[in-house]
């Protein structure tokens, strides 16, 4: 299969503790991404790679988060010291970066609990 | 900023017949993408259809089909001959055409329930 994984499905974590997730895009896709979604709400963006480069990072990516894509494949992103408002589903996808062949193909997600 | 407003929560279709989901955005830009992605229960987000502002034809997809009005700023997707399988949220999605401006912006969903 050649879509879109994401690792683990699902974490279940105690406040504080520190979680890392990891996405592996579309073979030659060069751009990916990372959402979050909360239940009952649409995706949110975080933030985003164009090889191994971070173009752009959302207001909602705190201090705590942070994201790699090293050699511009995989991606891992790590919440440090998680709290309560961090349970949400985190949602990765990759696109190519050629105009009209760009459309964002989306993982099964990473749903995090924290108690 | 850009924002998109989907105004139904939930819908319900009889299996077979037509429904359509509204959706409607705000943006100061003049090119743009749209685009109604489908979550089905536990799994992945799919694309179902895409619009490039730039296009006055509406996109279709089989039983899919959009009723872009741009100068409303409004994006809603009509399904025909619905079938169970139709069953999911959908989401409405906006993404400017500017190179820095890649990601998608969603709206909160309409869960679309199909009676048999």
């Known amino acids: 299969d050649t879509g879109v994984s994401q690792d683990p499905r699902h974490k279940i974590t105690k406040r504080g503790q520190n979680v890392t997730f990891r996405c592996d895009p579309i073979?030659?896709?060069?751009?990916l991404y990372w959402y979050r979604q909360t239940l009952g709400q649409g995706p949110e963006f975080l933030t985003y790679?164009?090889?191994?480069?971070?173009?752009?990072k959302s207001r909602l990516l705190s201090d705590r988060f942070s994201a790699e894509r090293p050699k511009g494949s995989f991606s891992t992103l790590e919440i440090q010291r998680t709290e309560q408002g961090d349970s949400a589903m985190y949602l990765c996808?990759?696109?190519?970066?050629?105009?009209?062949?760009?459309?964002?193909?989306f993982g099964p997600g990473t749903r995090l609990t924290v108690l | 900023a850009q924002t998109v407003t989907q105004s139904q929560p939930e819908m319900s279709v009889q299996e077979a017949e037509t429904v359509t989901l509204s959706c409607t955005y705000d943006?100061?830009?003049?090119?743009?993408?749209l685009f109604w992605y489908k979550q089905p229960p536990s799994r992945q987000m799919i694309l179902v259809i895409r619009?490039?502002?730039?296009?006055?034809q509406n996109a279709t997809e089989n039983r899919f089909s959009v009723n872009f009005q741009k100068a409303a700023k409004s994006f809603s997707l009509k399904i025909s001959d619905s079938q169970l399988g139709d069953a999911a949220m959908y989401f409405c999605?906006?993404?400017?055409?500017?190179?820095?401006?890649?990601?998608?912006?969603f709206g909160t969903g309409t869960r679309l329930a199909v009676r048999p």
């Open positions: 073979s030659e896709h060069n751009r």
């Open positions: 790679f164009q090889n191994e480069a971070q173009l752009e």
């Open positions: 943006t100061s830009e003049s090119d743009y993408y």
């Open positions: 619009q490039e502002a730039y296009k006055q």
């Open positions: 999605a906006y993404r400017s055409s500017k190179s820095s401006g890649d990601k998608l912006t």
């Open positions: 996808a990759s696109s190519l970066a050629t105009p009209l062949a760009d459309t964002q193909y």
